[in-house]
């Protein structure tokens, strides 16, 4: 199965203005064969300045959105058959871009810095110029630690982090509210839909 150097590009040019309607931000969309099929997978997120999920409504709704169109451009893919997928992220998402850091306000996250300090800590907040402040914490599932004193906050710019990953937490802190996330949850799955 050959499919066009342009094909992802023909996605995009189609997918972009259809997610930026919906009002969100279009994380990727590409064009792939497997398994003998021709796979169309578009990513959607929530725009930067916003925390929480997208809904699996507006997935679903934008899914046949994308298929319509898709389906109604023959020069797409030569008309040929392809299984489409959109969907978000997922819960647990690596952070690689400052809008990903951006999106994942109030969250807690896996880091491992440049000189190989990993921590845990929750994202309080991403500066103009791209410094994370975060604050420490017990990873999740380990009995807390007794301190005599707060943890203090840590600033760490973007291009100290070698990784960053956030971590599922089913019961996020009653303070969570307060933080400078606003309306961050971790609860949501992975929304998906495929069509």
Known sequence: MTIAPDASESLRTTVVPLVERAGLFCEDAAVRPRGGRTQVTVVVDLPEDRTGSVDLDTVAALSREISDALDADDAFLGGAAYDLEVGTPGAERTLTAPRHFRRSRGRLLALRTQDGRELTA??????????????????????????????????????????????????????????????????????????
């Open 122 to 195: 929750r994202l309080l907040d991403v500066s103009d110029d791209d410094t994370a402040r975060v604050r420490p914490q017990d990873p999740p599932g380990t009995k807390p630690r007794t301190r005599s004193r707060p943890v203090a906050d840590l600033e760490l710019p973007l291009a100290d982090i070698a990784s960053a990953r956030v971590l599922i937490e089913f019961s996020p802190p009653a303070d969570l509210e307060d933080l400078p996330a606003g309306d961050a949850d971790d609860t949501h799955p992975d929304d998906q839909v495929e069509g």
